[in-house]
């Protein structure tokens, strides 16, 4: 498949150019890139990875984590570390967590697949969807459904997600989003949103007939295998291994176990999918296009395409993994960035949600990266997705996880 990833990341770093040089937004000048020089991805270190990941495993803020990885289309590597929770049974491969936001790039993939196959165009207005969705001075006439998609509404990031939480019905949220104030035009910016996103569980329901879970269901999870997917918080708690959800508390010497709550299950086009380990890598592959009978070339340039640049992503990385990945972009559901002086364009996304996190990242040209799932708020494994990436484009090894003792020496 490297030969359909070299056409995508040329496609999509001449739509980017476009966009960009169209765009008012000023963008951040970034030091010369050195084209990637490699011409296949380089063997990860398992032995290394699998002493690192037992190592992170046993830190005081963790509780359970499951890795796979991908190489050039084959998943190599998947494995649990840690337990389901304290005193129950280790994490497996075969343990569902939650993906909290990676939700997103499930529900981008199917309305993406849906509009290549005529069901409507991501050109539509939201209006012209008759959604619960209404924007400030009616702006649903104006924004389409791919700045949905894109999160280039204009209003605030994450509107309303409170009242989301405190059980407020999405669709009554959705309709008081209208009375926001604007915080730039439509297409301008990326403002990332949950209970605006999720119009899009209305427009596929509309299109396919279905409820959002058995359209994802059948559209998406049993054509790829992805066996122990599902959506809703019953296909979570029903699982035969399911990892129980905590956090680190101010003051508590290990996290505290919380309950599995609904609020964003209520949301599933933005926050509803459970699954493996096993079940992520299956759908990272299909991002590789290693699936094109599920998701088309096409398909995959619709959704990688980048369409926003995203200034809060990009001081994030910088901040704390010292500007590893740049140029930080926004597909439709998707995230991408330049890798490192490599200047390879990668593609993937994070979670969120409480008790669980979440990530994917991937080199579509390598068709080789990384998933992730863990049922704490710890952020160490987020340095996962680089210390495997960096094996993959034969970087020197670097601590991102975080685990190391200091230097001897070193400043405190």
Known sequence: MIRFGAFLLGFMG????????QSPQPVPAHPPVQASVLVAPQPVNFDRLDERLTRLSRETDMVGLAVAVIERGEITFARGYGVTAYGEDPVTRNTVFRWASLSKGVASSLTAKLANE????????????????????KGEEAATLEDLLAHRVGVVSNAYDTMLEDGRNPADIRRSLAGLKVVCPIRDCHSYQNVAFDAVTEIVEAATGMSYGAAV??????PLQMTTASTGRAGLVGSASWAKPYEMKRGAPQPVRQTVK?????????????????DLAQFARAQMGLAPDVLTPETLV???????????????LGN????????????LGWRTYKYDITGARVVGHRGAVEGYRSL?????????????LWNSNSRRPVGIELEVMDMIYGLPPHDWMRIDPPAAGAAK
């Open 360 to 372: 994917m990242l991937f080199d579509p040209e390598f068709d080789s990266g990384v998933v992730v």
């Open 262 to 278: 609904e609020p964003y299950y209520r949301v599933p086009a933005a926050g509803g999918v459970n699954g493996s380990i096993l």
């Open 14 to 21: 001449c739509v980017a150019g476009i966009a960009q040089a």
């Open 320 to 331: 704390q993994y010292e500007n590893r990945m740049r140029d930080a972009r926004y597909g």
């Open 118 to 137: 005529g069901r409507f165009a991501l050109d539509d207005t939201l209006a012209s969807f008759k959604t619960t969705l209404r924007l400030p001075g």
């Open 302 to 316: 619709t959704l990688h395409t980048p369409r926003v640049y995203t200034p809060r992503e990009q001081s994030r």
């Open 217 to 222: 269901d059948v559209t998406l999870f049993k």
